[in-house]
């Protein structure tokens, strides 16, 4: 299911692990200017449950998957 909240808590959403604190700052303005198309600060965000098999060979158990979308609701 997704939920609809704010940029940063989109970011923050983000399982970190696997990212410097650079990377970090990089995905943070890359959903600020390419993923929120609509400019409202809210993103959709949809997390999948983990996959311990594929986790450790990525070398971070327990990694949480995120996908960051924007909210595209059409009026009528």
């Known amino acids: 299911m997704y939920r ?7 970011v923050e959403a983000i399982d ?5 604190p650079a990377e970090m700052d990089d995905l943070a303005d ?4 390419f993923v929120d198309l609509n400019g409202d600060e809210l993103i959709c ?5 983990r996959n311990n098999g594929q986790d450790k060979k990525w ?7 995120t996908k960051i979308s924007d909210n595209t609701a059409q009026g009528q």
């Open 59 to 65: 070398g971070f158990p327990g990694y949480v998957i």
């Open 45 to 49: 965000v949809k997390q999948y449950a």
């Open 16 to 20: 970190e692990r696997p990212y410097t």
């Open 4 to 10: 609809l909240i704010s940029l940063d808590a989109a």
């Open 30 to 33: 890359l959903v600020a200017n």
